[in-house]
């Protein structure tokens, strides 16, 4: 005996219906199967239940369902045997999104937002809503996301950017450019700059190395000792750098540097690219650079008109990254700055009694 609601009526109607051997052994063995769904499993032991006669409120029991359960069930098996006792596919089917409007997407996210609309970048969801209100185009957030994602979009990211007042910095651009990608041939062309104020840190343990299932460990807190000037020259031919650290930086100090950059070159043509920091162009650097342009040992120097470079970003090459400059610390008193009470670090009190006197007074 089965149940069903008649779609225009509030009724229930009852019908009965007899299943054959063959139909009660497709039955059990889809009941007993393995590879079905738990779902359709149990809708299959409600019909075998039904077909052996026993009663509704029996069957809603040992199923652990509603009545109402039991009879949509036998009503799906006779509508449709046992295509009925499947999952039905929830939902429409999913609206494709035209290109146009993908497209409309990119553009506007390469755009800069209205006057009116008060935003300095947009967002994922103020422009799904710009584009609800002014253009009718309903699109959620979550697809203006994958859209950024996908085309690698980033409009909350913004950049630096300086304008020279050199009327010829665009011959100065394409000169230094120009000594990157294309050197003459045989010459020789360093690119010289400075970092000042280099902090000399150093962790107050040893590093642990790496152990069996442990990976390397090291002290959060760290010992600072003084700071120091660490004054470097490219080789942008061979990608060698020579490197030192002075205590302090001036002009003198420049210059005893770029005297031993240029002394390992001495008969080559030699180009320097140095930017406009004020030890770089002080006269007696000046001086030694024009006079050495004079005698062809040095041929030019080149500065941008504006504070370049750190012209070249290139990855070291291979060997050229000493892993131990992350590890270690070369402690080289000549090369670190100490304030006047001898400290190397201004947060530390005095070491000295005689120190505390000096500070009261």
Not at 342 to 360: A, L, S, W
Request: hydrophobic share 35%.
């Amino acid at each position: 005996m089965i149940l069903f609601v008649e779609p225009e009526a509030s009724a229930i109607v009852e019908f009965n219906m007899d299943l054959s051997s063959e139909q009660m052994a497709e039955l059990r063995k889809l009941a007993a199967s393995r590879d079905v769904p738990a779902d359709v499993a149990l809708r299959a032991r409600i019909v075998l239940w039904s077909g052996e006669g026993r009663r509704r409120k029996d069957i809603a029991e040992l199923a652990g369902v509603a009545p109402l359960t039991v009879d949509r069930c036998k009503a799906r098996y006779a509508e449709r045997g046992l295509a009925g006792l499947e999952e039905k596919r929830r939902g429409g089917p999913r609206t494709q999104v035209p290109p146009r409007v993908r497209a409309r997407v990119i553009a506007l996210t390469r755009m800069s937002p209205p006057a009116e609309s008060g935003l300095s970048h947009w967002s994922t969801r103020t422009l799904a809503d710009h584009l609800k209100r002014r253009e009718g185009i309903s699109v959620s957030w979550h697809y203006v996301a994958r859209i950024w994602r996908e085309e690698n979009l980033k409009p909350h990211r913004s950049g630096t950017f300086k304008i020279s007042k050199d009327p010829a910095f665009a011959e100065k651009v394409a000169d230094v450019v120009g000594l990157y990608l294309a050197p003459p041939g045989g010459a020789v062309v360093l690119s010289i700059d400075e970092k000042t104020q280099v902090q000399a840190l150093d962790r107050t343990q040893p590093v642990l190395p790496v152990a069996f299932a442990a990976t390397e460990k090291r002290t959060h807190d760290y010992v600072r000792h003084g700071t120091t000037n660490l004054f470097a020259a490219l080789n942008v031919t061979t990608g060698e750098v020579l490197g030192e650290c002075r205590p302090n930086r001036n002009g003198a100090t420049f210059l005893a540097f770029l005297k031993k950059a240029v002394k390992p070159h001495a008969g080559k043509e030699i180009h320097v690219v140095l930017d406009n920091l004020s030890t770089h162009t002080t006269p007696d650097v000046k001086a030694w650079l024009a006079k050495n342009a004079q005698d062809r040992d040095l041929v030019r120097d080149h500065h941008p008109a504006v504070h370049p470079p750190r012209h070249v970003r290139e990855r070291p090459r291979a060997g050229q990254t000493d892993p131990r400059l992350h590890r270690l610390l070369e402690r080289e008193r000549e090369a670190l700055h100490l304030d006047r009470h001898r400290r190397r670090d201004p947060c530390q009190g005095p070491t000295r009694p005689d120190q505390r006197e000096e500070t009261r007074q």
